[in-house]
């Protein structure tokens, strides 16, 4: 390995300790964890609404657990009263969910990472937008941010939301929903539909799928009124949803989707056959720093840098939350999945380096880009 200075240091985003002001309970199996961000860090800690954090957790057994929380208060919330929530629900036999809904306490810490994600829109106050989600379970989190701060900052602008969810009593901020329609009763459209319980009616009962949410738009959503939309919860509901708006015109630049899980395994990485066996050496630049490692074309490029530089930002390793995002500026790779980086980031020579191997003998990736 070598290791020599490239250029004038740019400080990585690192994590963070964070105070837990609270953890409320918002439903049987989901709580709010609300973080009280110290003054000197607020400026670290700005976001755009939609986006996430990243905590992280050394467990028992000296396992780093990392994992991303959508963030569901306000860029407003943070600057005035330096509060930042997230709402998690608890996954069965879950690392970090179940220690946030079982063990976590106001007045304990935990190590947060400043937001990221492109979750998003650039909200402004002259832009009159007819906003559309379609959500299910907690991924109603960042929605609940982009809602508020659309109807904070867009008075020209209308939000309709359908949220599914598998029965009343698992609504995740139902009472913070029912605040924000009782504030802005004409420019927020709330659409429950509960797939274990019967809603007001047939067509609010079922899962929300291609065919029931065509039927929604065709009657109670004003569907070809909206012009932008914002898809998060289960993969195949995000996979139906875009296809429906997609049949119906939408561009998809008009379309934002986040997705929390994705329960396949990654394909294995494409390449020539008569190269499978070669190695790449491998320049890892950050922190203005660079630093080289061989690795075999079948590995992911994050696997071996982590080798070298064990400080590297990730979380997921699946290809959904793009904290592992750097560019590549010498040599190409190929991505087994691409979850979170959008077309022009792409385009632009950004990629996600848990998903990529390699395919040239020498390769450059620049996480400080
Ligand atoms: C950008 C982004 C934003 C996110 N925002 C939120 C949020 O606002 N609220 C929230 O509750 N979660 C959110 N998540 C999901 C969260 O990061 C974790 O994946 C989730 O809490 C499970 O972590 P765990 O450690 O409890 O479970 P793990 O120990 O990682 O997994 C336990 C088991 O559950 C499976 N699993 C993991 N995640 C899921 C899932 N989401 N659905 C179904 N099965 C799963 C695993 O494959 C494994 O079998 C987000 C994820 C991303 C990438
Ligand atoms: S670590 Fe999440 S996309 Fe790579």
């Known amino acids: 390995m070598t290791v020599t200075i490239t250029r004038p240091v740019r400080r990585r985003p690192a994590f963070h300790p964070l105070p837990v002001a609270a953890v409320d309970r918002l439903a049987a199996d989901a709580v709010a964890i609300t973080f009280a961000v110290p003054e000197e860090l607020r400026d670290t800690f700005a976001f755009r609404a939609g986006q996430h954090l990243t905590v992280r957790r050394v467990g028992e057994d000296g396992q780093d657990v990392r994992r991303s929380y959508s963030i569901c208060s ?3 919330d943070l600057a005035r009263h330096g509060r930042l929530r997230v709402g998690v629900r608890e996954i069965p036999g879950g690392a970090f ?22 979750f998003t829109t650039a909200f402004a106050p002259d832009r009159a937008r007819r906003y559309g989600a379609v959500v299910a379970g907690s991924g109603v989190t960042p929605v609940l941010a ?27 901020f139902a009472e913070e929903l029912a605040d924000l329609k009782d504030r802005y009763p004409a420019r927020l459209h709330l659409v429950h539909v509960l797939s274990r319980e019967r809603g007001e009616s047939p067509l609010l009962s079922g899962r929300i799928d291609a065919g029931r949410l065509g039927r929604l738009l065709d009657t109670i959503v004003p569907g070809d009124a909206i012009e932008e ?21 939408l561009p998809e630049s008009a379309v934002h989707t986040e997705l929390f899980h994705v329960a396949e395994a990654p394909a294995p990485p494409r390449r020539p056959a008569d190269r499978a066996d070669a190695g790449t050496e491998v320049t890892i630049v950050l922190d203005g720093r660079s630093s080289s490692v061989t690795m075999g074309r079948e590995e992911r490029v994050l696997d071996a840098a982590l080798r070298v530089r064990a400080e590297l930002p990730y979380a997921c390793k699946g290809g959904v939350c793009s904290t592992c995002k750097a560019k590549v500026v010498d040599g190409a790779v190929t991505m087994a999945r691409n979850y979170a980086l959008e077309p022009d980031e792409v385009a632009a020579g950004y990629v996600l380096t848990c998903q990529s191997s390699p395919l040239t003998d020498t390769l450059t990736v620049d996480y400080d880009a």
Do not use: H, I, Q
């Not at 969910?97 to 492109?118: I, K």
């Open 97 to 118: 969910s179940g220690y946030a809904c079982g063990s976590l306490r106001g007045g304990d810490t935990v190590e947060v990472l400043p937001p990221l994600g492109n």
């Open 229 to 249: 939309w914002f898809l998060c919860g289960p993969y195949g509901m995000v996979v139906d949803a875009k296809a429906v708006l997609a049949e119906r015109g």
């Open 74 to 76: 306000t860029p407003d």
């Open 146 to 172: 982009l809602v508020a701060t659309a109807l904070a900052v867009e008075p020209a602008s209308t939000f309709t939301v359908v949220y599914g969810n598998r029965t009343a009593n698992s609504v995740m």
